[in-house]
């Protein structure tokens, strides 16, 4: 075979493994401060996966439902590495609709980084790396998607884990405190108590927390004091 003819072929084969490699569409990658959940405030690198099935009324990241790049998983562990940072965030739009994103997990795992993966609670996390912190968005009926809890993942949270609900009013609240209870969620793992951001007073919160004596934590996101909404932080 002359030297013309095996360049040809090894650029083939080249391009057939750049083909076979698993990859994520990808809207995001950037270098922040955590806003939310137990890692809040530590300098984070954030992964933010393209698509999502669901359609919250107080949703913030609606630019990542569509578009994005498709993006080899080896080229993502190597930008996340190039930050220098512990702390990885894996988040959305919804990440487990893509099903490579349990791969990318895993990656950033065995790279020895703190990973959190920020799921709505609609997909099931039964196959989530052990090492990875779930946060776990249940849906309260101001959301517009309380249908699309699977509630069977209650049955995969580990202690490290936490459940995250994003209250927009009164009836949300109420309705939070009651999955709480029957559920046991405390029990569990920890639980974040979270206002719709514009639409519910951080101050009202609080005190219903206070007042009904709730064992949960309030959250209030960080990087919307700093930032508001612009998308990279």
């Known amino acids: 075979m002359d030297t013309t003819a095996a360049r040809a072929v090894a650029d083939g084969a080249s391009a057939e493994a750049d083909v076979a490699a698993p990859r994520l569409r990808i809207t995001e990658v950037f270098h922040s401060l955590q806003g939310e959940a137990d890692a809040v405030g530590w300098p984070t690198v954030f992964v933010r996966l393209t698509g999502c099935p669901l359609r919250c009324t107080w949703c913030d990241t609606t630019y990542s439902f569509h578009g994005g790049q498709w993006r080899t998983i080896e080229s993502i562990v190597d930008e996340v590495a190039a930050y220098r940072a512990r702390h990885v965030c894996v988040t959305g739009g919804e990440p487990l609709s893509q099903k490579r994103c349990l791969t990318l ?35 309260a009926p101001g959301s517009g998607e309380v249908e699309r809890n699977l509630w069977s993942n209650i049955e995969h949270l580990l202690p490290h884990d936490q459940v995250k609900l994003v209250l927009a009013d009164r009836a949300d609240y109420d309705w939070a405190v009651a999955r709480l209870r ?52």
């Open 105 to 139: 997990l895993e990656k950033l795992c065995d790279e020895g980084f703190e990973v959190s993966l920020e799921t709505s609670g609609a997909l099931d996390v039964a196959a989530v790396d052990a090492r990875v912190r779930k946060v776990v968005d249940l849906k």
């Open 182 to 233: 029957e559920h046991a969620l405390d029990r569990r793992c920890q639980v974040l108590f979270s206002p719709v951001h514009g639409a519910l007073a951080p101050r009202d919160l609080a005190q219903w927390i206070l007042d009904d004596r709730l064992p949960v934590r309030m959250q209030l996101q960080l990087h919307k004091l700093l930032w508001g909404d612009a998308p990279g932080h």
